[in-house]
Nanobody, 124 residues
Framework: QGQLAESGGGLVQAGGSLRLSCAAS????????MGWFRQTPGKEREFVAA????????NYAPSVKGRFTILRDNAKNTVFLRMNSLKHEDTAVYYC?????????????????WGQGTQVTVSS
């Protein structure tokens, strides 16, 4: 059974940056569209960003576009989320997820496998 493992979360001041990583094991990584989602207590999980299998195409939520960048390294079975100009409202648990499809989808129910999540806290 393969796994997704996020890392890189932490506490940062508003305006700062973080880079999240998600390492995949046990699967053919390049078969999967990879996405990042986030969730805060009492709210539904929301789409943040996704990247195509080759890494050529990406999609971002409007709230993060221009500040966040999703990248992947298929040789290292890893997807990254670079987060700049962080805001207090970016505070959440961030999850990476894998979708065995050719499409970049933004709904969490389409994703097949999930990591455990990593906490990002942005102090205002």
């Amino acid at each position: 059974q393969g796994q997704l493992a996020e890392s890189g979360g932490g506490l940062v001041q508003a305006g700062g940056s973080l880079r999240l990583s998600c390492a995949a094991s046990g699967r053919t990584f390049r078969k999967y569209v990879m996405g990042w989602f986030r969730q805060t207590p009492g709210k539904e999980r929301e789409f943040v960003a996704a990247i195509s299998r080759s890494g050529t195409n990406t999609n971002y939520a409007p709230s993060v576009k221009g500040r966040f960048t999703i990248l992947r390294d298929n040789a290292k079975n890893t997807v990254f989320l670079r987060m700049n100009s962080l805001k207090h409202e970016d505070t959440a648990v961030y999850y990476c997820a894998a979708d065995e499809t050719t499409l970049i989808r933004t709904t969490d129910e389409n994703y097949d496998f999930w990591g455990q999540g990593t906490q990002v806290t942005v102090s205002s």
